[in-house]
């Protein structure tokens, strides 16, 4: 009853004073710094500059000067052929993604959209308290959902680098896995700052693996990856394996345990191998969203995330801007808005619950079940019961617009083949056909004097990045 009562405190935050929120949030959020080019915005500054080597196969392009920010794509680093053009990169707009580099051979698939996501089949459109006291009725709905969403990600099929790399959406994946990259790489720092040696991650929703290769950079000693889908899992666990066996002799690489378990519903230290463990960092990308169909397994998920946190350690992750959603929402003609890349379809409009505001979002070939509307005001509240304070929240653009300025970042950015080469090379096509979807890139380069190609995300791509934003708690003595 506890639960039930605190529950109905939090839907008293009603969304009258959330909506009066997103309206002005959003349009700060969505705003573009004088620094950077992004679709519908002038450039008043030339653009940090960047070089981008090695992308794989066909899309073997390198990036050096400026920077043009669109769009991005979430995926991981792989160098292949080298091949260096200079390319300027123009910012325009940010997307998110996943994993760093892995294997020539063998990358892994991004996280920003191949993690665990729970979904919401047999969901009400409110999802009311009232289900306290029909707990059968409530655990067939939440194991329809549960069950949805293991299966949605059990079923996406591996493929290989030469496919992935001519998906519509390569850049995009790439860039958000370098949005991961950037942040985990932060905050491992912060940690390290504070301790050197016996790192301990917990990776809460890890998919196929997509971080792995992150972890081993950052030197940590102990990774725990959980995740709803077991064939995820499973996948996940041979990629460490694979990694394990491909280490020299001398190489150091951190030990794993692997979880399969909703933790929205479940709780994590009853499942670990040492129920005493304490972790430095929670990394949550692209999944807490999953949890928000209701306070309760909102909650689970936090405890899980934050419980077993040391003082001074993290909670970090992306997940979609719940002001930026409800503004192209609210801007849309109807329940729906997006374009040939990503689509996201409401309910309705005008009525968005704290928990259980359900949405259906679509992402070309790699996410396709529907999701829970997070407030962000909410999480920040409800992370206090577990001790944590909001080190801050930024969306996608302002994240990219602060960490670029950094040149292992850029050096970064390049080696993931975070941008598309715009014009694209005799040999080569670019990733839309849509002739306005460069017009920011189009209108860069006759503004300014720049080496060529410049680095981009088409319009399309940027649309679909920008609706996340990045965030980080610590958890206080």
Same mark, same amino acid.
């Given at each position: 009853?506890?639960?039930?009562?605190?529950?109905? &405190?939090?839907?008293?935050?009603?969304?009258?004073?959330?909506?009066?929120?997103?309206?002005? &949030?959003?349009?700060?959020?969505?705003?573009?710094?004088?620094?950077?080019?992004?679709?519908?915005?002038?450039?008043?500054?030339?653009?940090?500059?960047?070089?981008?080597?090695?992308?794989?196969?066909?899309?073997?392009?390198?990036?050096?000067? +400026?920077?043009?920010?669109?769009?991005?794509?979430?995926?991981?680093?792989?160098?292949?052929?080298?091949?260096?053009?200079?390319?300027?990169?123009?910012?325009?707009?940010?997307?998110?993604?996943?994993? /760093?580099?892995?294997s020539r051979k063998r990358r892994m698939e991004s996280?920003?959209?191949?993690?665990?996501?729970?979904?919401?089949?047999?969901?009400?459109?409110?999802?009311?308290? /009232?289900?306290? +006291?029909?707990?059968?009725?409530?655990?067939? *709905?939440?194991?329809?959902?549960?069950?949805?969403?293991?299966?949605?990600?059990?079923?996406?099929?591996?493929?290989?680098? =030469?496919? @992935?790399?001519?998906?519509?959406?390569?850049? *995009?994946?790439?860039?958000?896995?370098?949005?991961?990259?950037?942040?985990?790489?932060?905050?491992?720092?912060?940690?390290?700052?504070?301790?050197?040696?016996?790192?301990?991650?917990?990776?809460?929703?890890?998919?196929?693996?997509?971080?792995? *290769?992150?972890?081993?950079?950052? @030197?940590?000693?102990?990774?725990?990856?959980?995740?709803?889908?077991?064939?995820?899992?499973?996948?996940?666990?041979?990629?460490?394996?694979?990694?394990?066996?491909?280490?020299?002799?001398? /190489? !150091?690489? $951190?030990?794993?345990?692997?979880?399969?378990?909703?933790?929205?519903?479940?709780? *994590?230290?009853?499942?670990?191998?040492?129920?005493? %463990?304490?972790?430095?960092?929670?990394?949550?990308?692209?999944?807490?969203?999953?949890?928000?169909?209701? !306070?309760?397994?909102?909650?689970?998920?936090?405890?899980?995330?934050?419980?077993?946190?040391?003082?001074?350690? #993290? $909670?970090?992750?992306?997940?979609?801007?719940? $002001? =930026?959603?409800?503004?192209?929402?609210?801007?849309?003609?109807?329940?729906?808005?997006?374009?040939?890349?990503?689509?996201?379809?409401?309910?309705?409009?005008?009525?968005?619950?704290?928990?259980?505001?359900?949405?259906?979002?679509?992402?070309?070939?790699?996410? +396709?079940?529907?999701?829970?509307?997070?407030?962000?005001?909410l999480l920040n509240e409800m992370a206090k019961k577990?001790? %944590?304070?909001?080190? !801050?929240?930024?969306?996608?653009?302002?994240? #990219?617009?602060?960490?670029?300025?950094?040149?292992?970042?850029?050096?970064?950015?390049?080696?993931?083949?975070?941008?598309?080469? #715009?014009?694209?090379?005799?040999?080569?096509?670019?990733?839309?056909?849509?002739?306005?979807? #460069? &017009?920011?890139?189009?209108?860069?380069?006759?503004?300014?004097?720049? @080496?060529?190609?410049?680095?981009?995300?088409?319009?399309?791509?940027?649309?679909?990045?920008?609706? !996340?934003?990045?965030?980080? $708690? =610590?958890?206080?003595?």
């Amino acid at each position: 009853m506890e639960n039930s009562a605190k529950a109905e &405190e939090c839907e008293k935050l009603s969304l009258k004073e959330a909506k009066t929120s997103i309206d002005s &949030e959003t349009e700060s959020s969505f705003s573009i710094d004088e620094n950077t080019t992004s679709p519908g915005t002038r450039l008043s500054e030339k653009a940090p500059t960047c070089g981008l080597v090695g992308t794989p196969k066909k899309r073997k392009m390198a990036f050096e000067d +400026d920077l043009v920010k669109e769009s991005s794509s979430c995926g991981e680093d792989t160098p292949s052929k080298k091949r260096k053009l200079d390319a300027g990169i123009v910012p325009e707009e940010k997307g998110s993604g996943d994993d /760093e580099g892995i294997s020539r051979k063998r990358r892994m698939e991004s996280d920003g959209f191949t993690k665990d996501e729970s979904t919401g089949d047999g969901t009400q459109k409110k999802r009311k308290i /009232e289900l306290e +006291d029909v707990p059968e009725k409530r655990k067939n *709905l939440e194991e329809g959902h549960s069950s949805a969403v293991a299966a949605h990600y059990n079923e996406l099929q591996e493929v290989g680098l =030469e496919k @992935r790399s001519q998906s519509r959406i390569f850049y *995009l994946r790439n860039f958000n896995n370098w949005m991961k990259s950037v942040l985990i790489g932060e905050f491992l720092e912060k940690v390290r700052q504070k301790k050197k040696r016996d790192i301990t991650v917990l990776d809460l929703g890890c998919g196929k693996g997509g971080d792995l *290769l992150k972890w081993k950079k950052g @030197r940590i000693d102990k990774l725990v990856c959980t995740d709803i889908a077991d064939v995820s899992v499973k996948q996940c666990q041979q990629r460490y394996e694979d990694m394990k066996n491909r280490c020299r002799d001398n /190489e !150091y690489i $951190f030990s794993a345990e692997f979880i399969t378990a909703d933790c929205s519903k479940e709780l *994590l230290i009853d499942k670990f191998r040492d129920p005493e %463990m304490c972790f430095d960092i929670c990394s949550c990308q692209f999944v807490c969203h999953y949890s928000f169909e209701s !306070y309760e397994q909102a909650d689970i998920m936090l405890r899980n995330a934050c419980e077993r946190l040391s003082p001074g350690g #993290y $909670f970090i992750g992306t997940t979609p801007n719940s $002001f =930026e959603l409800i503004r192209r929402l609210e801007a849309s003609e109807t329940e729906s808005f997006g374009n040939e890349i990503y689509t996201v379809k409401f309910q309705k409009k005008g009525d968005y619950p704290l928990f259980g505001c359900k949405y259906d979002f679509n992402l070309e070939g790699v996410v +396709d079940v529907p999701e829970f509307l997070v407030y962000f005001p909410l999480l920040n509240e409800m992370a206090k019961k577990y001790n %944590m304070k909001l080190v !801050y929240q930024k969306t996608f653009l302002e994240f #990219y617009e602060e960490k670029i300025k950094n040149n292992e970042n850029k050096m970064l950015l390049k080696r993931m083949q975070a941008l598309e080469p #715009y014009p694209a090379s005799e040999n080569s096509r670019l990733a839309s056909e849509k002739a306005d979807d #460069y &017009e920011h890139a189009a209108k860069y380069m006759k503004n300014s004097q720049v @080496r060529l190609p410049l680095g981009t995300l088409s319009k399309s791509e940027w649309e679909a990045t920008s609706i !996340y934003l990045v965030f980080a $708690f =610590e958890k206080q003595q």
